[in-house]
């Protein structure tokens, strides 16, 4: 089973001052504290999460903080509706994101859709960790499996949603044929969660073929996917080759 990292984000220092600037000429007073407080808050949550990892924090707090971040950050994008956009308001408020593969690579905008990406991205991930993660040995496990791989791929769905009709240029872990990859890859893993739990459960030769038939049309469109020439030289080797072991497996069960 594979699980990908986080992604690394950039400091922002001063995002609470930005959006200070942004309601100075709210004539609601209250309404404009009440935005002041919540971009005060955001801004601790995102140094918060900037700071985690799954070696220092373990994969279930990375979850739970990337999640409640996400929900703050969506607030505070509803609160901002009614005033100027970002990109014309604060050009200092431009979230950096570095790219999975190669951290070298950073992009910005001063976009919420850019951060939200991000994070969601970084939901998936430590998604797919825990389920890499869970004891399989046991049905409980199977199934906390097979539902944490399926929350990634969901997660995943949401994240290209919200970068579809996006303008900005797109570090190469946010491109499209990358994500929809990702998704499948999951999606398969969930899949082969089930497979294992009917071998466990000693269904019949009829369930296990249709369950295996399954898994390798999964493999098979993740393999399409994640080995295109594009995408071959930044994926780890080891990647594909386990991607391709599983597809031949399958293929091989199913008949």
């Not at 703050?72 to 901002?80: A, D, F, I, K, T």
């Not at 890859?185 to 249709?210: G, R, T, W, Y």
């Not at 031949?248 to 069960?253: A, E, I, M, P, R």
């Amino acid at each position: 089973m594979l699980a990908f990292n986080m992604k690394k984000s950039d400091r922002l220092a001063h995002l609470t001052k930005a959006i200070g600037k942004l309601v100075e000429s709210e004539t609601d007073k209250t309404s404009s504290h009440k935005v002041q407080a919540q971009a005060g808050e955001l801004s601790a949550w995102r140094e918060k999460t900037r700071q985690l990892t799954f070696a220092n924090h373990g994969a279930h707090t990375c979850r739970d903080n990337l999640l409640h971040y996400h929900k703050l950050l969506v607030q505070l994008e509803h609160s901002l509706e009614k005033y100027p956009p970002l990109t014309k308001a604060s050009p200092a408020l431009s979230f950096v994101w570095r790219d999975n593969f190669d951290p070298n690579l950073a992009l910005g905008a001063a976009d919420w859709r850019w951060e939200r990406a991000g994070v969601l991205y970084n939901v998936a991930a430590a998604l797919s960790y825990l389920a890499t993660s869970s004891d399989r040995g046991s049905a409980d496990g199977v199934r906390a499996a097979c539902l944490l791989f399926q929350q990634a791929a969901g997660t995943i769905a949401e994240l290209r949603a919200v970068i579809k009709t996006a303008a900005w240029r797109r570090t190469p872990d946010l491109a499209d044929e990358y994500l929809h990859g990702l998704e499948v890859l999951m999606l398969a893993q969930a899949q082969k969660c089930f497979f294992e739990k009917a071998v466990a459960d000693d269904k019949s030769h009829a369930i296990i073929s249709q369950l295996a038939a399954e898994c390798h049309g999964l493999y098979e469109d993740a393999c399409s996917r994640l080995g295109s020439r594009a995408l071959a030289a930044a994926l780890p080797k080891e990647w594909l080759e386990v991607l391709e072991w599983n597809r031949l497996h399958f293929d091989g069960l199913q008949h």
